[in-house]
């Protein structure tokens, strides 16, 4: 999981806007990573719907970007199982459960802010935690207290089934056998997954490259993938607030 924050910032130095940015890689069945390309919105008033559920009290608020919690499902339909959740912890006491999907072994946390507890471990903020496979339901409370209102900590979970395929990496290609990489850089080169493009284009330049350079692999069951995460936006998922 890679966290960016960037700022607008103007020539006096006041701060206009600020903006966050989480790039989460998941690997793909090996039947869909030659697949076509594909992004999708979450959010807003023409993306996928994003749940909001909220927990004990009115001390949890959880955004369900993929998968589903507590019977709410997202409205995306990623192309491997796995669920991605963004919780908020508000107020005295705030604790949040989890009930781990079917053969959801892998599990982290990652604490955008403030500090939360799982078990008897701290995880501050800033910070991953990969947790066991023991249980099956997962709890997480906030480290410190707050008010009624006042967030104490907020952070990402991400669960997911293990795909139990030889991984073979190189660089921003994922594979399964070292033949496989080598025939995906060669795509690469050969533009089959597209051709970059400058960063300073215009969205119009970049629609218009897009459409003169398309992606060149077929359609597959489900969302399509292609071999490679690149600086191509490739099976790219937006999140808006």
């Not at 910032?9 to 966050?20: H, K, L, T």
């Not at 997480?140 to 104490?152: F, I, K, L, N, Y």
Request: with cysteine; aromatic share 6%.
């Amino acid at each position: 999981t890679l966290h960016e924050e960037m700022w607008d910032v103007g020539g006096d130095g006041n701060v206009f806007s600020r903006q966050e940015l989480y790039q989460i890689w998941i690997n793909l069945p090996s039947r869909k990573k030659l697949g076509r390309s594909a992004a999708s919105l979450l959010g807003g008033s023409t993306g996928a719907d994003v749940p909001l559920v909220v927990g004990d009290g009115g001390r949890t608020h959880t955004k369900v970007l993929v998968g589903s919690h507590a019977g709410s499902a997202a409205g995306f339909d990623p192309p491997t199982d796995v669920c991605v959740m963004h919780v908020r912890l508000t107020g005295e006491g705030a604790r949040w459960t989890h009930d781990m999907g079917d053969g959801h072994e892998t599990a982290m946390i990652y604490t955008r802010r403030g500090a939360v507890t799982v078990g008897d471990d701290a995880v501050p903020s800033h910070s991953v935690a990969h947790l066991s496979t023991t249980g099956r339901t997962l709890e997480v409370r906030a480290a410190a207290e707050g008010g009624a209102s006042e967030p104490v900590a907020d952070f990402l979970v991400l669960t997911g089934a293990p795909l139990n395929e030889p991984v073979a990496a190189s660089g921003t290609m994922v594979m399964n056998t070292q033949g496989e990489l080598e025939e995906a850089f060669g795509d690469y080169q050969k533009g089959k997954m597209g051709v970059p493009w400058d960063h300073e284009v215009t969205d119009e330049e970049w629609r218009d490259h897009v459409k003169k350079n398309p992606n060149q692999y077929a359609d597959v069951t489900g969302v399509g993938a292609s071999a490679a995460t690149t600086s191509i936006r490739q099976n790219e998922i937006r999140v808006k607030n």
